[in-house]
C-alpha cells in the first residue's frame, strides 16, 4: 500500500493545514488568531465540497506552546467554524501536546467544552498524536470509511511539526 500524502493547504508560524482524503489535519504552533481560524473556516468547508458524501474527520493538534487563550473574537469564530462543519463531520480528534499543567488545564478545558456542546459525532481530547489515531481509526471503521480508517495513521504522521509534509 502506497504511504498517504497529505496536501498543506496552509502553512505559516502559527498554523498548518493538511488535507489527505476526507481528512483535515490542523496543527496550531500559536494560539489561535481570528483570521487564521477564517482561513481554517474556509478550508474545512472546501474539503466537505471535495468530499463526495460531504463528511470530513478532523484531527486537530495544538503544540504546547499554542496553549493560551484565544482572544473573544477568536473565540466567535471558532463557534462560527463549528457550527458551519458541524452536520459534516464523523470524528473529531483533539490534540494537547505537553505535560505540564497548562496543557493539562487546557485538555480539561476542551474536554468540558466538548461535553457542554452535545456535538453529533465521537468527539475526544488526547495528550499525544499517538494516543489519538488508533481510535480515530476506530471511528472511521464503525462510519464506514475503512479506506480512510487505514491511511489515517500514515496521513497524520507525514505532516512535519515543523514545515511542510
Same mark, same amino acid.
Given at each position: 500500500?502506497?504511504?498517504?500524502?497529505?496536501?498543506?493547504?496552509?502553512?505559516?508560524?502559527?498554523?498548518?493545514?493538511?488535507?489527505?482524503?476526507?481528512?483535515?489535519?490542523?496543527?496550531?504552533?500559536?494560539?489561535?488568531?481570528?483570521?487564521?481560524?477564517?482561513?481554517?473556516?474556509?478550508?474545512?468547508?472546501?474539503?466537505?465540497?471535495?468530499?463526495?458524501?460531504?463528511?470530513?474527520?478532523?484531527?486537530?493538534?495544538?503544540?504546547?506552546?499554542?496553549?493560551?487563550?484565544?482572544?473573544?473574537?477568536?473565540?466567535?469564530?471558532?463557534?462560527?467554524? !463549528?457550527?458551519?462543519?458541524? @452536520? +459534516?463531520?464523523? %470524528?473529531? *480528534?483533539? =490534540?494537547?501536546?505537553? /505535560?505540564?499543567?497548562?496543557? #493539562?488545564?487546557?485538555?480539561?478545558?476542551?474536554?468540558?467544552?466538548?461535553?457542554?456542546?452535545?456535538?453529533?459525532?465521537?468527539?475526544?481530547?488526547?495528550?499525544?498524536?499517538?494516543?489519538?489515531?488508533?481510535?480515530?481509526?476506530?471511528?472511521?471503521?464503525? !462510519?464506514?470509511?475503512?479506506? @480512510? +480508517?487505514?491511511? %489515517?495513521? *500514515?496521513? =497524520?504522521?507525514?505532516? /512535519?511539526?515543523?514545515?511542510? #509534509?
Amino acid at each position: 500500500m502506497d504511504v498517504p500524502v497529505p496536501r498543506v493547504v496552509y502553512d505559516d508560524e502559527g498554523l498548518q493545514i493538511a488535507v489527505w482524503s476526507r481528512v483535515f489535519i490542523n496543527r496550531w504552533r500559536t494560539v489561535a488568531t481570528q483570521e487564521r481560524l477564517v482561513v481554517l473556516g474556509e478550508q474545512q468547508r472546501a474539503l466537505v465540497q471535495a468530499t463526495d458524501d460531504k463528511r470530513i474527520a478532523v484531527v486537530t493538534v495544538l503544540a504546547d506552546k499554542s496553549g493560551s487563550m484565544p482572544s473573544g473574537p477568536a473565540r466567535k469564530e471558532a463557534e462560527v467554524v !463549528a457550527k458551519s462543519v458541524r @452536520d +459534516a463531520v464523523i %470524528v473529531q *480528534a483533539q =490534540v494537547v501536546e505537553g /505535560d505540564g499543567f497548562v496543557a #493539562a488545564s487546557i485538555r480539561a478545558l476542551i474536554t468540558g467544552i466538548s461535553l457542554a456542546i452535545r456535538a453529533p459525532y465521537p468527539n475526544k481530547v488526547f495528550k499525544t498524536v499517538e494516543e489519538a489515531l488508533p481510535w480515530v481509526e476506530q471511528q472511521l471503521t464503525k !462510519a464506514g470509511y475503512p479506506e @480512510d +480508517a487505514a491511511g %489515517v495513521g *500514515a496521513a =497524520v504522521r507525514a505532516v /512535519d511539526r515543523g514545515g511542510k #509534509a
